[in-house]
């Protein structure tokens, strides 16, 4: 059902490199968003976009950044990979206008590891 | 500020057997509630959801009602299967465009 992609599904890096995890969708949503989930599996708001050229921090402090130049495309970006950036990210769209049907889609994760 | 408090996991249960997975939540206002789950190696999926207080959301033989006096939303499945065996998060949207989700509960189900 969900048209939500994310690339590269995994990704072993050495410290200081610069990479870019990608998600894009084909729903034509407005609201994408970005969460991190921890080995202990709780997830975390890191950016969210209810547009494009809209870009908000969420509720964990992270120092990935991200844009929104195409309503499809959401790509989360780190400038010098760390150790302690090793986690699970998971990118969402919405298209729910009304908070109180808010449906998310998720894309299949991106599990990045940080040597 | 609000939040989402789940059991701990893993849950282990045999095929067939009852399941309950606790979910409380704390907010100031009324919050929408929702359950999704996360297959191995898949993202999150929407398993079902409530709006309002005594609503009971369900789907695929899952349900959760909505308990305001409790502040709760358990997830409850009579008789599981093993492809059932998936995490499964509790989750809360309450004015704002965001969901906060419960730390996740790890069904495992052997035949």
């Known amino acids: 059902e969900a048209d939500i992609y994310q690339t590269p599904r995994y990704l072993v890096i050495g410290t200081g490199k610069k990479i870019t995890l990608e998600c894009s969708q084909t729903?034509?949503?407005?609201?994408m968003y970005w969460y991190q989930q921890d080995p202990g599996m709780e997830l975390h708001l890191i950016h969210y976009s209810y547009g494009v050229n809209s870009t908000e921090k969420g509720d964990l402090s992270s120092e990935s950044t991200v844009s929104r130049i195409r309503t499809e495309h959401f790509p989360l970006t780190l400038e010098s990979a760390r150790p302690s950036h090793t986690s699970q990210y998971l990118c969402?769209?919405?298209?729910?206008?009304?908070?109180?049907?808010?449906?998310?889609?998720f894309g299949s994760g991106t599990q990045l590891s940080v040597l | 500020g609000d939040s989402v408090t789940q059991m701990e996991g893993p849950v282990t249960l045999s095929e067939e057997a009852f399941l309950t997975i606790n979910c409380t939540y704390t907010?100031?206002?009324?919050?929408?509630l929702f359950w999704y789950v996360q297959y191995p190696g898949e993202g999150l999926q929407l398993l079902l959801k409530a709006t309002k207080a005594d609503d009971k959301g369900s789907n695929k033989g899952f349900e959760a009602t909505y308990r305001k006096e409790t502040t709760s939303f358990h997830l409850e499945k009579g008789s599981v299967q093993v492809s059932d065996s998936a995490v499964y998060f509790c989750a809360l949207s309450y004015n704002t465009d965001k969901l906060i989700f419960g730390t996740g509960t790890r069904l495992q189900v052997f035949p």
């Open positions: 969402a769209s919405s298209d729910e206008g009304r908070v109180t049907n808010e449906k998310l889609f």
């Open positions: 729903m034509g949503h407005d609201k």
């Open positions: 907010a100031t206002g009324y919050p929408s």
